[in-house]
């Protein structure tokens, strides 16, 4: 079946500092989705990508949907302490429809250096 | 728009017994879904609902079910629970076209 693998698994990030992540995928997807979930709570939808090659910016982010429609990436800019939690990824090859076939990372883990 | 709401937020169950879990999605969203997270197996997907016909199950057993009402609102049961269905439980809903999911807060089940 798909498997999308993303990394790192957790990184400390410094007040400041830019921030990169990836997903790449075994096989072609049509939609990544990027989402942050802080402890205790549900993920947030933060940049959602539909066009290979696209570029999108949500304030300090800006995510890519990679040309080879197996990977996208994900960069935070100037990190604030509330940036920490866990960003996951997930994608989808069909076109919007049933959401059985939206596949998740298993997320990055930004925590502050101590 | 009030976001997606889920009740309970917490729920301490015995294993054995069984738990019926509430989810109402976004005003006008007729699509919701549940998802198991869990820290080993990450986000899970369990069924999709829409329009009050199940649209899609993943790869749960059938002590796992669902529902959705005719204003969209939905229900998840699990029977005989086990001590491995402990897991934050999400339900998403996403309007006709499916392109964005949103999530609520999730309920946190805790079997002993």
């Known amino acids: 079946g798909q498997q999308l693998n993303q990394s790192p698994q957790s990184m400390f990030i410094q007040e400041g500092e830019d921030v990169s992540m990836n997903c790449t995928s075994s096989s072609i997807f049509n939609t990544w989705l990027w989402y942050k979930q802080d402890p205790g709570e549900g993920p947030v939808l933060l940049i959602a990508?539909?066009?290979?090659?696209e570029l999108t910016s949500n304030g300090r982010l800006t995510a890519q949907f990679g040309i080879t429609r197996k990977d996208s990436f994900l960069n935070i800019s100037a990190s604030i302490p509330s940036d920490v939690g866990i960003y996951f990824c997930a994608g989808r090859g069909g076109y919007g429809g049933s959401q059985g076939n939206l596949i998740f990372g298993k997320g990055t883990k930004l925590s502050v250096k101590p | 728009k009030a976001g997606v709401t889920q009740t309970p937020r917490y729920l301490i169950k015995t294993r054995g017994q069984q738990v019926t879990l509430s989810c109402s999605p976004i005003s006008g969203h007729r699509s919701v879904s549940w998802y198991q997270q869990t820290p080993g197996q990450g986000l899970q997907f369990l069924f999709e609902y829409f329009s009050e016909t199940q649209r899609n199950k993943g790869n749960f057993p059938g002590r796992f079910s669902g529902r959705q009402f005719s204003n969209s609102r939905s229900e998840m049961n699990v029977s005989t629970l086990e001590l491995g269905d402990s897991a934050l439980y999400l339900c998403?809903?996403?309007?006709?076209?499916?392109?964005?999911?949103?999530f609520g807060p999730g309920t946190r089940l805790t079997v002993t």
């Open positions: 998403a809903s996403t309007e006709t076209s499916g392109r964005w999911l949103y």
């Open positions: 990508l539909y066009k290979a090659g």
